[in-house]
């Protein structure tokens, strides 16, 4: 979450796995010793992401930051420095997040296909029947409908599928303090430290190792994907075992993924998207809500006045933004999305991540309702 690489991650890891085949002998040898061990734990722990010893501590900006969680959180330097020398470096990490090649053109149909597809939309009727209660329950607390929950968890994870087996310190770590050459280094780099800083403090306030800490190679956690810091804001205890334990309860993730939602401007009772269709006659100019903050900021009547045409009528004194989905050479889609719309691209800030969420929700619903 909060990190628009998912969709690319599966694939890319594939062919990094492939590549991995002509490390040294040694390497393999040690990375086929701790791949068995990791199957004995019924982990799936590829070589690639058991990473490298770095000596991080050795590094000046590493050295620094100790000195900051020191200084500003009253860390004891000898423990924050024995816990950096374990760290490893994970080059997977720092090719998953450069950014991919020029090539195809965005293509929304091509995107929904790998996510509303019998295997999730299965998984996710097997989820919903087993945690209806929970599901209800939330529904009841925090006013999000149990298939937005069920569409996030699904996109996320398949249910708890995937959710990643990268050490989030050794991700984090790696990211935060070599991240690749990129046109947004420095706030990408500043955003992960801050996640080591969420990880450091997590693990002391809720009595865990940090190491661990599993995740995706971005550092998220769990069956939703919650970053550290998010984990500290907005997750929460919903099967009331006194913790919150987004790897192993289904149930917590479930509360977590809806208080996360109401945090981020979701509404009780309002409806998401509409329908839409857009005409350029008389010059009116609806391409000025294109490009647009993520927030349903524009008042229907002007959206119309500029050529934008419900299919479905909404509201009339609901405020809305404009979404569009390419569709590589075949016509752009285009929604009319409410503030719950955009509230869904809060925890991943993407169009297609939104409406693939809503769409699985809605296919889980209707496959149960069969
Ligand atoms: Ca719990």
């Not at 470096?89 to 597809?117: C, H, S």
């Not at 984090?172 to 800083?197: H, K, S, V």
């Amino acid at each position: 979450m909060t990190f628009p690489k998912h969709a690319a991650c599966a694939v890319l890891t594939t062919a990094l796995l492939t590549a991995c085949a002509t490390h040294t002998d040694s390497y393999a040898r040690q990375a086929a010793k701790q791949s068995a061990a990791a199957k004995a734990r019924k982990v799936a722990v590829n070589p690639d992401e058991l990473g490298e010893f770095a000596n991080f501590t050795q590094w000046k900006d590493v050295a620094d930051f100790i000195d900051q969680m020191v200084a500003r959180h009253g860390f004891d330097r000898a423990e924050l420095e024995s816990l950096f020398k374990k760290v490893r470096y994970i080059d997977t990490t720092i090719q998953l997040v450069k950014p991919a090649p020029p090539g195809k053109p965005k293509n929304w149909q091509a995107y929904r296909a790998r996510f509303i597809e019998p295997v999730r939309i299965n998984a996710g009727v097997a989820f919903w029947d087993t945690y209806a209660d929970a599901l209800m329950r939330a529904e009841e607390r925090y006013g999000v409908p149990a298939e937005i929950i069920v569409g996030i968890i699904g996109v996320e994870t398949v249910y708890g599928r995937n959710t990643g087996s990268f050490r989030v310190l050794d991700a984090l770590t790696t990211l935060g303090f070599d991240y690749p050459p990129t046109p947004n280094r420095a706030a990408r780099m500043t955003f992960f430290r801050n996640e080591i800083e969420n990880t450091l403090l997590l693990a002391r306030e809720s009595g865990i190792d940090p190491f661990s800490l599993f995740g995706s190679y971005a550092g998220a956690v769990g069956l939703p994907q919650f970053m550290p810091g998010s984990i500290r804001k907005f997750a929460v205890d919903f099967d009331g075992d006194g913790k919150i334990d987004l790897r192993n309860s289904p149930v917590d993730a479930i509360g977590s993924v809806a208080n996360f939602l109401v945090e981020h401007g979701w509404k009780r009772g309002e409806p998401i998207v509409f329908p839409a269709t857009v005409s350029a006659e008389n010059g009116r100019g609806w391409d000025m809500f294109i490009g647009q903050p993520l927030e349903a900021r524009f008042r229907l009547d002007d959206m119309k006045a500029a050529g934008v045409t419900p299919t479905v009528e909404p509201p009339a004194d609901m405020p809305f933004g404009l979404v569009d989905l390419q569709n590589g050479g075949e016509p752009t889609e285009y929604w009319l999305g409410a503030a719950n719309f955009f509230a869904i691209t809060q925890y991943n800030r993407s169009f297609f991540y939104a409406m693939s969420v809503v769409e699985l929700g809605r296919a889980v619903r209707a496959a149960r309702a069969r």
